[in-house]
């Protein structure tokens, strides 16, 4: 069997498919041309004055929303934030404010043509917020993370995904990553939290 080129932007068809399905999931979907309109959207969806956590994600870094969070001055800017706290006497503050902001913004390892999103992370940071404790997210998806299915997705994280992120974080922080933790969502039960901008050209890992 052929090895899936996870870097491949997903054609029209598989996007759509995927999109239906997360719609009928309960999730909001809008497919977006490229990186440029996901950054218009985001500033669109965010309003000012919000409590906004970014997780870690080449596709916020390469796109330009990171700094747009972190650096505008338009948000209550999570990240920033935290990084100035200690570590030593305000763990407890930090958890706080990571797992319950206003708006969680991010990425994923992979979107289903079945309507599932797959995310996985070495610190865990990100996900209690993605998962219900943010009161909004927001994920921008590059169309190479659309796959058919499930065990795809889980393929594309531990073979594309992990060596990517490790040698991201070898660099950046001295040591490898690791798949610590795994979050499938198939469903959003609370319509209107979860937004998938689903972008036709491919960005990030």
Known sequence: MPTTPFTDPAPAQPLERAATALTAHGFTVEILDDAAAARTRVK???PEGAGVFTGASETLRLSGIDEDI???????????????????????EIRRLLAGPDVVVGSVAAVTETGSIVAASGSGTQIPGYSG????????????????????????VEEHCLPLESARTQAVHGWPSAINRL??????????????LLLREAIGF
């Open 183 to 196: 979050l499938i969502l198939n469903a959003e039960p609370h319509p209107g939290r979860g937004t998938v």
């Open 70 to 92: 972190n650096a505008s001055g338009r948000y209550q800017a999570i990240k920033p934030r935290v990084l100035a706290m200690d570590r030593a006497t305000q763990m407890d």
């Open 44 to 46: 669109e969806l965010i």
């Open 133 to 156: 404790g943010a009161a909004r997210a927001i994920w921008i998806v590059g169309a190479q993370k659309v796959v058919p299915d499930l065990s795809t997705a889980l393929r594309r």
